[in-house]
């Protein structure tokens, strides 16, 4: 069984910075793609915006490039989601998840198999 657990969300104002963690548990593979979608209020499905492989490659949606860095320390098994400028937009709550092994699925919400719970990330003056 595999547990991931997301921290670090809040409130902030526009222009703040967040980093948000997400930390595995159970029977984690590190030869895992992992990733980060948001579900902003009233939308029914998850945006997928960052991911990185187990190699350390990156992708990111067009709304978030520049602003949102995505990393992972596979000592700890965390990954971490470095936001900054954030935008009134930005509203959501944020899930990290992990994929299948060896392969990487980008952004495709459908393809990853474990999910944490999500942390509320609020950005308003």
């Known amino acids: 069984q595999v547990n991931l657990l997301e921290s670090g969300g809040g409130s902030v104002e526009p222009g703040g910075s967040l980093i948000l963690s997400c930390v595995g548990s159970?029977?984690?593979?590190?030869?895992?793609?992992m990733a980060w979608f948001r579900q902003a209020p009233g939308q029914e499905e998850r945006e997928g915006i960052a991911?990185?492989?187990?190699?350390?490659?990156?992708t990111y949606a067009d709304s978030v490039k520049g602003r949102f860095t995505i990393s992972r320390d596979s000592a700890t098994k965390t990954g971490y989601l470095e936001m900054n400028n954030l935008k009134p937009e930005d509203t959501a709550i944020y899930y990290c998840?992990?994929?299948?092994?060896?392969?990487?699925?980008?952004?495709?919400?459908?393809?990853?198999?474990?999910w944490g719970q999500g942390t509320q990330v609020t950005v308003s003056s």
């Open positions: 159970g029977d984690i593979n590190l030869r895992r793609c």
């Open positions: 998840a992990t994929g299948p092994l060896y392969r990487w699925v980008k952004l495709r919400a459908d393809e990853y198999e474990h």
């Open positions: 991911s990185i492989d187990m190699n350390g490659r990156t």
